[in-house]
């Protein structure tokens, strides 16, 4: 018996007031001889001179190295009674393979245990204090007050020397992962940021590769454990602790806590730097129901850290997407076709990157695309206008301040300054040295760092609206199609013919004998279904009542409330909303879809409550083939089934409200009913799982009265 699902959307409007206060500025000058007040005169024609770079003084630090090679930096800031620490490791990224994934998992357990102390106890201790410790695999992040100092570098070189992982925490981080990955399947930026990575990088770069639910569910303790062993070594860490703290306190407290900290060989890799596409290359992710496309001009740039062209590159970004600026003026402000368009240009001592993005209504993809690569060349072959140059500087200025105050932002400069080789006033001369920028060093920046026609454009969108105008934007016109895990296939072949005598009512036969069959079904009379799901945080409970031949409810609530429910009685339906105290009858196509939903089992007579089905072909999912089906409903809308060739069971049903897979049947009463159902909610995903099934209960119709 198929379930389905209703699309609810819940929308929470936020309102915060907004407070203004509006003074008046006075300007006044003092004449010498008898100290009258004259008006000034403003020269609106003429723009105000720029002033000279702000002078922005960054703590100074103080360094020194342990005996095992840990380098520690010291920055004194004695304003309040608090110190933070920053612990990197600066070990070469690890090509993880079928195991991808294992590196951040051993960083997630970190703090689930010691030989001492439990997760428990570790927890305990650190909120008794009052502090934050957040480990990862890179290191990590720390801060406690002053007076406690000590009782936190207990804890954390407790877990940094003694970390012991174990089974059942595991088994925690890797349950959280798939359900991440689940909520990935629909989510556009999700998908872009996967897709992308491995084009711009390959599967032989780990900047390339991405965790999966294959390579999750292979990762071992002994896999995480071996990523601890070898690369938690103190002599390629940076640790800087920034605060009340001086040197000559600091020093004997990292000897006594971290000073037993084995050295050891860390592994060093080494990979072929991946090279930008000789012509633009157009790749498409098709996500039939999308009404929007996430669109990525991207590619890899040899930029290193220590580049002495770091900051004219940085302000060259900036002026085309780094804020809102160029590619923000342009596809929102003039044109009106996004929220936001930004770039990024990141780099890195290995291989950096630039990135343009925006997420775009499907009509204008292409001609979003066409301002994207028109904005790259025009920053590459006209000068920057120097008022334009001016106010850019002046945004990162500001911004470059702002950052100061987070002591973590110093701790960085400081490590910064040791890992990658920077002059030792690098950060100190950084706003003078982007001052000096010139609208000749941002084209020559442009230039050599952004290259439309060396890139791989990405659009994840629907293929069937968007792919035939973006063709002309790739070498020799050609459109590449990848799945959302970054798989290249061919669209002509994805489906494929089915074998001699299998037709749409076939296929549907062989599902409802495997679900139970013509004769259990037919003797459903009611269903009461309930299922629960999780969202944002928050337990939901969804209950489905059905009688025959044509009655439907479904309600929503959050612990004993009810903050939902839909109701058709055979004629009428009804939203209601009774937390807000809202009804809305239901009419048109709304009306008629209530109505289809009521339909116990439509598949045992499509014909006679007016459904067509065509099958479409045979198509791969997850790995196993199954039968595409297309259900027009009597009204004309339509939604595509996909089922198991093998099972014979429906796994996905995609139609006006996304996409919703099915799995985990189980038998109740002799009838298959799926007990997980993972439902599209835009962006994300919705998991439901059954939690109880019940048929021919003789329910009343009073379940289902509209008022």
């Not at 009509?363 to 140059?389: C, F, G, H, K, W």
């Not at 139970?516 to 969804?542: E, P």
């Not at 027009?632 to 809308?637: A, C």
Request: hydrophobic residues 40%.
């Amino acid at each position: 018996m198929k379930t389905k699902t209703l699309y609810i959307f819940f929308a929470i409007l936020l309102s915060l007031p907004l407070a203004a206060q509006v003074s008046k500025a006075r300007q006044t000058k003092k004449v010498q001889d008898n100290k009258s007040v004259q008006k000034e005169q403003l020269d609106r024609s003429k723009q105000p001179a720029a002033a000279a770079a702000p002078v922005i003084k960054i703590g100074e630090y103080q360094s020194f190295e342990l005996a095992n090679g840990l380098k520690v930096f010291i920055v004194e800031n004695h304003k309040i009674p608090r110190v933070a620490y920053s612990l990197v490791l600066d070990y070469t990224p690890i090509l993880e393979g079928t195991d991808a994934g294992y590196v951040d998992f051993a960083g997630q357990l970190m703090r689930t245990g010691t030989t001492t102390r439990s997760k428990d106890q570790i927890d305990e201790a650190v909120d008794f204090i009052g502090a934050s410790f957040n480990p990862s695999a890179e290191g990590f992040s720390a801060s406690c007050l002053s007076k406690h100092n000590e009782e936190l570098l207990g804890i954390m070189s407790d877990i940094v020397l003694n970390a012991a992982f174990k089974q059942e925490e595991l088994e925690k981080v890797r349950t959280q992962a798939l359900s991440g990955l689940e909520a990935q399947k629909n989510d556009p930026e999700a998908i872009a940021t996967r897709v992308s990575a491995k084009l711009v990088y390959g599967t032989a770069y780990p900047y390339g590769e991405s965790m999966n639910e294959e390579s999750v569910k292979k990762i071992t303790l002994d896999k995480c454990n071996e990523f601890y062993k070898n690369y938690y070594k103190p002599n390629v860490g940076y640790l800087a602790i920034v605060g009340d703290i001086t040197l000559a306190q600091a020093k004997p407290l990292i000897e006594k806590y971290f000073g037993s900290w084995q050295r050891g060989d860390v592994p060093v890799k080494a990979y072929a730097a991946p090279k930008a596409p000789a012509k633009p290359v157009v790749a498409i992710v098709d996500r039939p129901n999308a009404v929007q496309s996430t669109l990525n001009v991207t590619y890899p740039l040899d930029l290193k850290p220590n580049s002495p062209d770091v900051i004219k590159a940085q302000v060259t970004n900036t002026v085309l997407g780094g804020g809102t600026f160029r590619l923000f003026n342009n596809l929102r402000e003039k044109h009106g076709w996004t929220y936001g368009a930004y770039s990024q240009l990141t780099r890195d001592k290995l291989i950096g990157r630039f990135t343009a993005s925006a997420e775009v209504r499907n009509p204008v993809t292409d001609s979003s695309l066409t301002q994207i690569i028109y904005e790259m060349n025009r920053l590459r072959t006209e000068p920057v206008p120097d008022a334009e140059l001016s106010m850019v500087k002046n945004y990162m200025m500001g911004s470059f301040g702002r950052s100061l105050e987070n002591p973590n932002t110093v701790a960085n400069f400081a490590i910064n300054t040791a890992r990658y080789n920077l002059p030792k006033d690098y950060y100190a001369n950084y706003l003078t040295n982007m001052s000096a920028v010139t609208s000749a060093d941002v084209q020559a920046m442009a230039q050599k760092y952004i290259n439309p026609d060396n890139a791989y454009i990405l659009v994840v969108g629907k293929a069937e609206e968007v792919a035939t105008k973006l063709s002309q934007f790739g070498k020799g016109n050609k459109t590449q199609y990848y799945d959302i895990d970054g798989n290249l296939y061919d669209p002509s072949v994805k489906v494929k013919p089915v074998p001699a005598g299998v037709t749409a009512g076939t296929v549907i036969s062989n599902y409802v004998k495997a679900i139970g069959g013509a004769k259990k079904l037919a003797k459903v009379k009611d269903l009461t279904m309930h299922m629960t799901s999780t969202m944002q945080g928050m337990t939901l409970a969804f209950d489905f009542f059905r009688k025959a031949p044509d009655k439907f409810l479904v309600q929503v609530s959050m612990g004993p409330n009810v903050v939902q429910k839909q109701v058709f009685d055979g004629t009428r339906a009804k939203a209601i909303s009774p937390m807000q105290g809202q009804d809305k009858e239901l009419e048109g196509k709304e009306l008629e879809m209530m109505k289809y939903e009521a339909i116990l089992n439509p598949e045992l007579d499509y014909a006679s409550h007016g459904f067509k089905a065509a099958l479409l072909g045979m198509e791969e999912l997850n790995g196993k083939d199954t039968y595409k089906i297309e259900v027009t409903y009597p009204n004309g809308s339509k939604k595509t089934d996909y089922y198991d060739a093998t099972t014979g069971l429906l796994v996905r049903s995609i139609g006006d409200n996304g996409v919703t897979d099915i799995a985990d049947y189980r038998a109740v009463d002799g009838i298959m009913f799926p007990y997980s159902v993972s439902q599209e909610m835009g962006p994300q995903t919705m998991k439901l799982i059954v939690a109880s099934i019940e048929m021919n209960t003789k329910m009343k119709d009073d379940v289902f009265l509209i008022k």
